[in-house]
């Protein structure tokens, strides 16, 4: 049991020293992890050569980004990415607000500042007045 945890520590060590000076995990590395992790699982029942080749791009450059030494070219394209992806990352956390308080509350954003609101829910058709620029539109909830 020590001997299978030494192991495991060395295991740990020569992964941080296979990172040191490396790029590492970024979201955009992230992306491509569980994008390519999806394709996999799409194609045990698709079984097409595209999709294989799709993954196989999307998990080799996750794998070029993560051991990448050119950490702040790296760090400068994560940024836009995440400046590119802001406005579907920003819809699929109302998505998740919107499952998790499912029973009572409804979020909205405001069609003017993009502010998301949060109101009560099961109230009919009402006003809606953004607390961030009084921007006022109506909904159902
Ligand atoms: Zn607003």
């Known amino acids: 049991m020590d001997r299978f945890r030494q192991f495991g520590l060395q295991v740990q060590r020569m992964m941080a020293q296979a990172l040191y000076g490396r790029n590492g995990f970024d979201d955009l ?14 194609n045990i029942f698709a079984q097409s050569t595209v999709i294989y080749i799709i993954w ?8 070029f980004r ?12 994560n940024q836009k990415f995440l400046a590119v992806t802001e406005a ?6 109302l998505l998740k607000l919107q499952w998790r308080d499912r029973e009572y509350s ?3 954003i405001c069609p003017k500042c993009k ?27």
């Open 29 to 42: 590395a992230r992306t491509c992890n569980v994008l390519a992790i999806l394709l996999i699982v799409v």
């Open 56 to 63: 196989a791009v999307l998990f080799l450059y996750s794998l």
């Open 66 to 77: 993560i051991y990448s030494r050119n950490i702040s070219k790296r760090y400068a394209e």
């Open 88 to 93: 579907p990352r920003r819809y699929l956390k």
């Open 106 to 108: 409804r979020y909205y």
């Open 115 to 141: 502010q998301q609101i949060r109101v009560p829910k099961g109230k009919g058709r009402i006003e809606i007045r953004c607390p961030k620029c009084s921007e006022r539109f109506t909904k159902k909830t």
